[in-house]
């Protein structure tokens, strides 16, 4: 029988589900899921002011005001999904067909036999370049069709392309608001014994300000998820949630 004085230790990351929230302020159909976190932290923080006073003007009485309850997820990997709530409206769309591609190289004569036909992408795959979409230009930008030998150029064409997961990131459109669960495990002290551990966030505002690095050396690219707990019509801003559970055929 589980007390309120037993103590826990928590070193497991937690596996964090967004929902959406429905008109009527009940939760809807899960959003995002994300199992691949790195670090998930819940930080609060609050104001305060006292009235002081008597000799050496010490605190008398102090009041607590602006609680504000941050919840910070570092992802180390990322989905379209994850990337529209972060960025947009939470939409991925399909719909994109052509993409624009500009690709430099250095030309070995006056004739076009230097110009590249082909360009590597991932896994050392070859692409052929549409050449009746590719325009070819000079240092100065200037669109040419002869060419100087030692020096660069930069063929520029429309790429057909397939399978596309587009996110659009509007002037207008700003992250949502979302219901999340985050679960983990939980240590306990006495036998050394893992339990389950939920926390729950009835009403959490994606933040708007997000960061992607893109860079050749160092460690691999992390995505921050940043959320704002606000408050729910009953005041419970969340839920930290210890339990147990009957085992499947137990």
């Known amino acids: 029988m589980a007390s309120i004085l037993d103590k826990y230790g928590v070193k497991e990351v937690a596996d964090l589900t967004f929902y959406e929230i429905n008109d009527d302020g009940t939760t809807g159909a899960p959003a995002l899921y994300i199992d691949t976190a790195k670090v998930s932290t819940i930080e609060q923080t609050a104001d305060d002011t006292s009235a002081m006073g008597g000799k ?20 180390a990997l990322f989905s379209a999904k994850s990337m529209a709530i972060m960025f947009g409206n939470g939409k991925v769309k399909t719909d994109l067909t052509q993409l ?8 070995t004569s006056a004739t076009d036999n230097g110009k590249p036909t082909k360009f590597s992408g991932p896994q050392g795959k070859e692409y052929t370049i549409p050449s009746a979409k ?19 150029y930069y063929t520029t064409f429309d790429m057909p392309i397939t399978d596309s997961r587009v996110i659009e990131i509007s002037s207008d459109s700003f992250p949502g608001t979302y219901m999340v669960t985050g679960d983990t495990y939980v240590r306990r002290e006495s036998n050394g014994i ?18 992607i690095t893109l860079e050749a050396e160092g460690d691999p690219s992390v995505f921050n998820l940043n959320l704002t707990v606000l ?4 005041g419970i801003m969340m839920k930290l949630v210890a339990y147990d559970m009957t085992e499947i055929g137990g």
Request: charged content about 25%; overall charge negative; cysteine-free.
């Open 56 to 75: 050496g003007n010490a605190k008398l009485i102090t009041w607590d005001f602006n609680k504000e309850i941050t919840v910070t997820i570092e992802d």
């Open 100 to 107: 624009k591609r500009t690709i430099s190289w250095v030309a």
């Open 134 to 152: 590719a325009t070819t230009y000079d240092g100065t930008g200037t669109s040419v069709t002869s060419f100087s030998a030692g020096e660069t």
């Open 194 to 211: 893992d339990e389950f551990f939920q926390f729950i966030v009835p009403k959490a505002k994606m933040q708007s300000g997000n960061t």
């Open 231 to 234: 408050r729910p019509a009953d």
